[in-house]
């Protein structure tokens, strides 16, 4: 009800009173303020209603844009690598794939450059992830002052980074920016207080040659830098096609290790140390064989290796002790009652949490007395971690488990180090055995290491011996044992019960995957 409508009611009242002999004018009065209190009563309600809306409007536009501003925060972090503030993989996908886009239409050319930091694990395991993030944060600032504003550079994760370089126009330029990343990237970092040398290995593809879809593009820039380490890291490598059909047939070896546990594929060939002195069998050392129906009988160096890198080498090592330890209980239940067993443990390896445990079963599972049982590490991976490598070796020690350092010679320990280690034998490196007889630094080398070992009250195994003289210099320097092809080659299990006049009728002590299904690390391979 408007005003206008209101004042021509009153006037028609007003008429209708006049000719109205009967309505009093007091009830005339009151009956048009009630119309009038009536008509206030409205407007207020209208007014506050609009006011209401109004101010419905004004929260729902606020609440409109935190909502917006909400999604865009949402949407950044969807993309966005908390630790160093970089782009992530989803963000680096997307700048990829605005590149891919740009190339098709204006025909341009890009390149990806995959960053992986070397030994980044030691940082982490050494002083711990909180120094590890502050050096992946450095690693990142570094990135960005070396390189142009117009590169994207994103970490894909772990001490994984890339960089988009869409701007290139020589061939040589990608190598420039490459060698630029690995100068600034290998100078010293300071964090908090503690010096740190880490380098970086770089892999480079480049569209379209190197790959038309961010995918191909990606998978070839990381085949480039596991080509780089492959070369000693520090360096950067162009992908190239060799290096794709290399990295097929990796994946394809990788598929087949890994189920060769479950087909019964592996076996174990030995090879006895011989007492210098008396002539007789002091140990067996276990070494791996991998029968494959595909690529036939692999020795250690063809596989071991990709074991090492993938993490079977924890299953498979798992399966070597078992193994190991049955063989033995066997041979002595038939008669070489002092011979040991010696397996090759890996740094991996003795790194799990489930590891002591893993020598308790299979000595407990094949009845082997501990003393019989001979663990070897090699040098080099004994010093990248001695305080770690002490404690284990004492517990296993406490177990009474012969432990022996192999590869001697080559890891740069020293006399005071190994006396702190509770080991029983020192393998020396057959690199220095082989030049004994024309080399006088060789022989003088060897000499030295026997003494030493000696001066521990370490008994001292010479690898590697292939010749009589060999033998004979090795017997004038007080070498204890010795191993090698002049005594004999790693054979098979029917092959030593010939040698040992076993009777190989008697052997029946099949080992299979399945009896170490009861191992943790079995049960849980990496």
């Known amino acids: 009800m408007n005003r206008l409508l209101l004042r021509q009611i009153k006037k028609h009242l007003a008429e209708s009173f006049e000719n109205d002999q009967f309505c009093k004018k007091e009830h005339f009065q009151e ?17 506050l209603l609009e006011r209401t809306i109004d101010i419905s409007s004004q929260e729902l536009n606020k609440a409109n844009k935190l909502l917006k501003k909400q999604n865009e925060e949402m949407a950044k972090v969807a993309v966005t690598d908390i630790l160093t503030g970089l782009p992530n993989r989803l963000g680096f996908h997307n700048d990829i794939d605005h590149a891919l886009d740009m190339a098709e239409r204006y025909g341009r050319q890009f390149s990806i450059i995959f960053i992986d930091l070397d030994r ?22 570094r990135l960005k002052s070396c390189l142009r504003k117009s590169d994207t550079i994103a970490r894909l994760g772990g001490d994984e980074f890339t960089v988009l370089l869409e701007e290139i126009y020589k061939s040589g330029d990608v190598s420039r920016i490459a060698k630029k990343i690995l100068h600034v990237l290998s100078t010293p970092y300071n964090l908090d207080g503690h010096e740190i040398m880490i380098t970086a290995s770089i892999g480079i593809a480049n569209y379209p040659d190197d790959g038309k879809t961010w995918g191909e593009l990606l998978k070839n820039a990381d085949t480039a830098m596991y080509q780089a380490k492959e070369y000693g890291r520090n360096n950067f490598q162009l992908f190239t096609v060799a290096m794709g059909e290399k990295a097929t047939k990796h994946m394809e070896l990788e598929s087949k290790l890994r189920r060769a546990l479950d087909r019964s594929e592996f076996e174990l060939y030995y ?20 029968n494959s129906p ?5 020795a250690p160096n063809h596989f071991i290796p990709l074991a090492e890198e993938t993490g079977l080498i924890i299953p498979i090592g798992e399966w070597v002790l078992n193994a190991a330890c049955v063989q033995c209980k066997d041979w002595q ?29 299979a000595l407990n599972r094949s009845g082997l007395d ?7 590490l090699t040098e080099s991976a004994v010093m990248q971690q001695p305080n770690f490598a002490i404690s284990i070796f004492k517990n296993l020690k406490k177990m009474g488990v012969t432990l022996s350092i192999d590869d001697f010679g080559t890891g740069y320990s020293s006399l005071a180090d190994l006396k702190h280690f509770t080991i029983d034998r020192l393998k020396v490196d057959r690199s220095f055995v082989s030049d004994i007889e024309d080399s006088p630094d ?41 191993q090698g092809f002049l005594l004999s080659k790693p054979k098979p299990i029917k092959e030593i019960f010939t040698d040992y006049g076993i009777i190989e009728q008697a052997f029946d002590v099949p080992i299979t995957p399945q009896q170490v299904t009861g191992s943790p690390l079995r049960a849980n391979p990496v």
């Open 294 to 298: 595909e690529f036939g009988l692999l």
């Open 442 to 482: 060789a022989k003088a080398i060897v000499t030295a290491i026997i003494a030493m070992g000696h001066i521990l009250n370490l008994s001292v195994v010479a690898e590697g011996v292939e010749t009589q003289r060999q033998m004979d210099l090795l017997k004038e320097s007080g070498c204890d044992c010795m």
């Open 31 to 47: 009956f048009i303020r009630a119309i009038d209190q009536s008509y206030d009563f409205q407007e207020k309600e209208v007014r």
């Open 120 to 141: 980044f694990k030691v940082i982490n395991d050494s002083l711990g992830h909180h120094m590890g993030d502050l050096l992946l944060k450095d690693v990142a600032g």
């Open 333 to 361: 239940d038939k008669g070489l009652k002092n011979t040991r067993v010696a397996i090759n443990v890996s740094r991996r390896q003795l790194e799990t949490a489930h590891f002591l445990f893993s020598v308790t079963s």
């Open 370 to 376: 501990p003393h019989f049982l001979e663990i070897e």
């Open 271 to 290: 090879q006895p140390q011989m007492d210098i002195k008396t002539g007789s069998t002091c140990c067996m050392e276990a070494l791996i064989r991998w």
